[in-house]
């Protein structure tokens, strides 16, 4: 089992940049894919990042690609979202998630999430 803990939300301006950091406890860290997700007050959840274990592979929605980047630090135990050119519509709880496969392998771990608002 992994727990999961995730920091860096807060306000910034549209335009602005922000990093959220996700850090991983308990069983080995490098044993999960890990993935960012993300929800707005009245939306569903959406899917915005993925890495694979050695973060080889990298998964980005359209709504992100190119502003947005996942990566991760094993011997941290670690996964970071950078995100660059920060849009109102970018505002959200993030969440980031773990599961011990690749492809259709669901998400088995979550955090709790950190608040994310870009203001106009």
């Known amino acids: 089992q992994v727990q999961l803990v995730e920091s860096g939300g807060g306000l910034v301006q549209a335009g602005g940049s922000l990093r959220l950091s996700c850090a991983a406890s308990?069983?080995?860290?490098?044993?999960?894919?890990m993935g960012w997700f993300r929800q707005a007050p009245g939306k569903e959840r959406e899917f915005v990042a993925a890495i694979s274990w050695g973060g080889g592979s990298l998964y980005y929605a359209d709504s992100v690609k190119g502003r947005f980047t996942i990566s991760r630090d094993n011997a941290k135990n670690t996964v970071y979202l950078q995100m660059n050119s920060l849009k109102p519509e970018d505002t959200a709880v993030y969440c980031c998630?773990?599961?011990?496969?690749?492809?259709?392998?669901?998400?088995?771990?979550w955090g709790q999430g950190t608040q994310v608002t870009v203001s106009s």
């Open positions: 998630a773990a599961r011990e496969g690749w492809g259709a392998t669901p998400y088995g771990y």
């Open positions: 308990g069983r080995t860290f490098s044993s999960y894919a």
